[in-house]
């Protein structure tokens, strides 16, 4: 069985751009979570989608966007690109009931690594 | 909000066993214990997950007292390719997000 899949792996963008990044996650999984990692801030959780619909956002402004399809795949834009954007951005699929979902084991892809300049 | 504590960080050398504690005061009642591992530049990898007392896998044990305020995972043997860092994650209760804790950063020496 494929993993979760994120396109691009790398990727480089000026100040003021914007950024579509996109997830596959596992064959069956309806749940997919994305997450920013930066060596100051760790892993902060961006928002989480189910059934194309977003289940819970995390502190992030309105420039921090994402969707569902209905194959479970997912797409976050972050628009008006900031210097402090750059980070690995992962995405982490899970079957996802209805429920919580920290008792749900999350699979994580590689990322994406963006860099602002 | 529930919040976990854990180590910043911690060394050991190859084939000593490991213990990571970590402190989650606020878990609810139906929450599970999670833990991920996670090595530079690339996502989180599940490891273990109980609910009370021991859980043992092929990579690790995890022991949880009964009143689940804390859980230590065990790595038996670590080797240099253990190097990496160890999270133990809750969940906000207001709703379905997982959080991340600042995570251990565990570095094993030959």
């Known amino acids: 069985k494929a993993g979760v899949t994120q396109t691009p792996r790398y990727l480089i963008k000026t100040r003021g751009q914007q950024v579509t990044l996109s997830c596959s996650p596992i064959?069956?999984?309806?749940?997919v979570s994305w997450y920013q990692q930066t060596p100051g801030q760790g892993l902060q959780f961006l928002f989480e989608y189910f059934s194309e619909t977003q289940r819970n956002k995390g502190n992030f402004p309105g420039r921090f966007s994402g969707r569902q399809f209905s194959n479970s795949r997912s797409e976050m834009n972050v628009s008006t690109l900031e210097l402090g954007d750059s980070a690995l951005y992962l995405c982490?699929?899970?079957?996802?009931?209805?429920?919580?979902?920290?008792?749900?084991?999350?699979?994580f892809g590689s990322g994406t690594q963006l860099s602002v300049l | 909000l529930a919040k976990t504590t854990q180590p910043i960080s911690m060394d050991s050398y190859e084939g000593q066993e490991v213990n990571i504690t970590c402190s989650h005061n606020?878990?609810?009642?139906?929450?599970?214990i999670t833990w991920y591992q996670q090595f530079p530049s690339q996502g989180p990898r599940f490891i273990i997950q109980?609910?009370?007392t021991k859980v043992t896998n092929e990579v690790a044990s995890l022991f949880i007292p009964a009143d689940r305020k804390s859980s230590t995972l065990s790595l038996p043997r670590v080797s240099l390719s253990d190097t990496a860092v160890y999270y133990c994650l809750s969940l906000d209760t207001g709703g379905f997000k997982t959080i991340f804790g600042a995570g251990t950063r565990l570095f094993v020496k030959a």
């Open positions: 064959s069956g999984h309806r749940s």
């Open positions: 109980g609910y009370k």
């Open positions: 982490a699929s899970s079957l996802g009931p209805e429920g919580s979902s920290v008792n749900e084991k999350l699979f």
């Open positions: 606020n878990i609810a009642t139906n929450d599970y």
